[in-house]
């Protein structure tokens, strides 16, 4: 009888860490397979990316130019991509794993932050075995993991979003409803000339940084022309130097200058508000890490500000017009981390803005998109495109709970209602607009993993929706099961997943679009070939390449030096490239998975 307290008190601690248990085994799954990936066919390409935009912060401030263009992919937002190119060449030093493989764990410990994110913003709405099961039913989602450890951009956004949403809550959650400040007239005044001349001076002096480049440079070939202006007191010998020389000069000390204002103005508009109302600058506080986010977000894709209005949404919701000196703060403060973090926006923000926007929108990619058997543009596609893959790489009970859980929220006058509307807004409106708008789309639905969050919030009010515990739990099990197994069967291509109302994995629709069995097929290679054998790669040969053992010889399309004959050929299965290339050649090794061709190795 005497233990009976204790029992209780263990069996009480057990449920309360019950999450944390879970979650942490979660997490070391994925630790301990991240290096069994391949590389995804976007990955270099961002790379350089990343090392131009981090380029930028040492010659913008010295040399007054940012050398990135259209073609470095500017209009992509830089920030996930320079964060995981300074952290895996950083983990490089102390871990004994190759550079892909660092990337991976980044995109993973990104995605698993994520994860962490959804479940708070469950657990706000749900109470805790419910919010564990949608979790769990998020994260184990074959497709979600399989780009969680392959995906430098998408994935990533879709974290950085979850994480945008969390804090924000927090952080509007957090403000206290202090009774005003009867402010005297005097004091109204002086607070709104200074915020009023602060936004205008400082926001007018970033947005026009190019626009004053051209003055600058404009005065200077006037100065040298013999016309007198401000410059020709400054310069001992206007006519010494090339006018490049001198634009530059001044347009560096302009920079400086603006640095210095900046942090000047700053400072003072923030001690006036503190001596005159000290509730601001704790609410100031208060936002800071979610508005910081949120600008990390828009950094990393364009479409990071609708997490902005999701919060603005929620915090009218909950906290009435009384939030609306924060919301102000909130955004201005995003705005700013957006431009420090963007390197392509310094010179012309808002014209460069707007270009990513329509950029990223409407991409013109050129290839092509198979989808249920035919072949599609990407601006062209049909508009069950969507509707039919959301329902079939999602495992098969996700949309049956979301669909309760949706049925149960509109007749719930508590704070499931708020859920969701909050997940319709979220969820259904980008949805038809992307439809509506024929946004081009490719690689299937990856661009829009970020809307796919409140499909599993809605699963989890169906999960609350049952009474008794043990069947919550019973059908939490059950729902996780087909994620489970189609990551165990898939490994590690759980992103080419489709459920059992298409039969599984079949190549009516694109499976590995991304050409990450190329990593397989280089150990193969490298396990067979010959000393310094040539052999053909179709396609991406880079992929191939960081495999491959260094004596081999990768030729690949589009290069001008040819070999008289190949060892062996390796050519993904898309667009028939596995029938078509070198078809007389003999197939000695298939790269499948659930019954789909990934990758051939043909030998001559």
């Not at 347009?251 to 508000?273: E, M």
Request: proline share 6%; hydrophobic share 50%.
């Amino acid at each position: 009888m005497y233990f009976v307290p204790f029992v209780v008190k263990g069996l009480n601690t057990m449920k309360k860490y019950l999450p944390a248990i879970i979650l942490a085994c979660v997490f070391l799954a994925g630790l301990l397979t991240f290096d069994q990936y391949g590389e995804s066919w976007d990955d270099r390409s961002l790379q350089k990316y990343a090392e131009k935009s981090i380029a930028a912060y040492a010659t913008f401030p010295q040399e007054g130019v940012v050398n990135i263009g259209r073609e470095d992919l500017g209009f992509y937002g830089p920030f996930f991509v320079m964060l995981t190119d300074w952290a895996s060449k950083s983990l490089s030093t102390i871990l004994p794993f190759s550079l892909p493989d660092l990337r991976h764990l980044i995109y993973y410990l990104t995605y698993f932050a994520g994860i962490l994110a959804f479940h708070s913003i469950a657990k706000r709405f749900l109470t805790q075995l419910p919010a564990l099961g949608a979790t769990l039913l998020f994260a184990l989602q074959p497709i979600l993991w399989g780009h969680a450890f392959i995906n430098p951009k998408d994935t990533p956004f879709l974290s950085l979003f979850l994480l945008s949403i969390s804090f924000g809550m927090q952080a509007f959650d957090s403000l206290k409803p202090n009774p005003p400040i009867d402010l005297p007239p005097r004091s109204k005044r002086i607070l709104t000339l200074l915020t009023a001349l602060w936004l205008v001076s400082i926001f007018g002096l970033f947005i026009f940084t190019q626009a004053i480049h051209t003055y600058i440079q404009t005065l200077v070939l006037s100065a040298q022309s013999g016309n007198t202006n401000i410059l020709t007191y400054i310069a001992k010998d206007i006519n010494a130097i090339p006018s490049e020389t001198y634009t530059q000069r001044y347009f560096i000390l302009f920079l400086q200058l603006r640095a210095f204002y900046f942090l000047l103005s700053t400072l003072i508009l923030l001690i006036t508000y503190y001596r005159h109302n000290y509730q601001l600058p704790i609410t100031l506080i208060a936002i800071l890490p979610a508005a910081l986010l949120l600008g990390f977000t828009t950094s990393t894709r364009i479409l990071g500000p609708f997490a902005g209005l999701l919060i603005t949404y929620y915090a009218l919701r909950t906290k009435g017009k009384s939030v609306l000196p924060a919301l102000a703060m909130y955004s201005v403060v995003a705005m700013i981390f957006t431009y420090l973090s963007w390197p392509y926006l310094w010179t012309n923000p808002i014209p460069r803005f707007f270009e990513s926007l329509r950029e990223m929108s409407f991409y013109p990619w050129l290839g092509g998109v198979v989808f249920n058997g035919e072949l599609y543009q990407s601006t062209n596609l049909p508009i069950s495109y969507l509707p039919t893959l959301l329902a079939i790489q999602l495992t098969e009970p996700v949309w049956l709970l979301s669909l309760a859980g949706w049925m149960v929220s509109i007749q719930n006058k508590s704070k499931k209602r708020t859920l969701g509307q909050l997940s319709l807004l979220w969820f259904v409106i980008p949805l038809a607009a992307f439809i509506v708008l024929r946004v081009a789309l490719y690689d299937n639905f990856r661009q829009i993993l970020f809307i796919l969050p409140p499909i599993f919030l809605m699963a989890g009010v169906a999960f609350e929706a049952i009474k008794n515990v043990k069947w919550q739990a019973a059908l939490i099990a059950l729902s996780l099961l087909p994620g489970v197994l189609g990551i165990v069967s898939l490994h590690p291509y759980e992103y080419i997943y489709y459920n059992q109302f298409v039969g599984g994995v079949n190549d009516r629709f694109e499976t590995d679009y991304w050409a990450t069995s190329y990593r397989e097929a280089a150990e193969v290679v490298n396990g067979v070939a010959s000393p310094n054998a040539n052999i053909w790669v179709e396609g991406p040969a880079q992929l191939f390449s960081l495999f491959a053992r260094e004596d081999l010889k990768i030729y690949s399309t589009g290069e001008t030096e040819r070999a008289g004959s190949y060892e062996y050929v390796v050519t993904i299965a898309r667009y028939g490239f596995e029938d078509s290339v070198y078809p007389d050649a003999q197939t000695v090794h298939v790269i499948e998975r659930g019954g789909a061709v990934l990758t051939v190795i043909k030998k001559p």
